[in-house]
């Protein structure tokens, strides 16, 4: 699967972004999909996880304000975040994600990613 991540900006602290992550190979429907981001200095981690049948999991720094989804005839999935603040500065990028565990897989590839800086 080659990824495109896109949508990131610079915010000011309570706005709103909407990330976009374009997705190809004809695998992309049966996959799990998340969307991790990388703060500088700091391990990649997940944030939002959805499966292939739109079931949705967040990381509790997140919940309540991003939401992840997907539309699979498009192979597409989006994140949309809500009432952003400064520690969500990072790059983020999708990618598949695992079924079960809550962790970040050792992939070697994450695709280009987007840069979300939100100011104070």
């Known amino acids: 699967v080659q990824l495109q991540a896109s949508g990131g900006g610079l915010v000011q602290s309570g706005g709103s972004l909407r990330l976009s992550c374009a997705a190809s190979?004809?695998?992309?429907?049966?996959?799990?999909m998340g969307w991790y981001r990388q703060a500088p200095g700091k391990q990649r981690e997940l944030v939002a996880r959805i499966t292939y049948g739109g079931n949705t999991n967040y990381a509790e720094s997140v919940k309540g304000r991003f939401t992840i989804s997907r539309d699979n005839a498009r192979n597409m999935v989006y994140l949309r975040m809500n009432s952003l603040k400064p520690e969500d500065t990072a790059v983020y990028y999708c990618n598949k994600a695992l079924a079960l565990a809550w962790e970040v897989p050792r992939y070697d590839y994450w695709g280009q990613g987007t840069q979300v800086t939100v100011s104070s």
């Open positions: 190979g004809s695998s992309f429907s049966i996959n799990h």
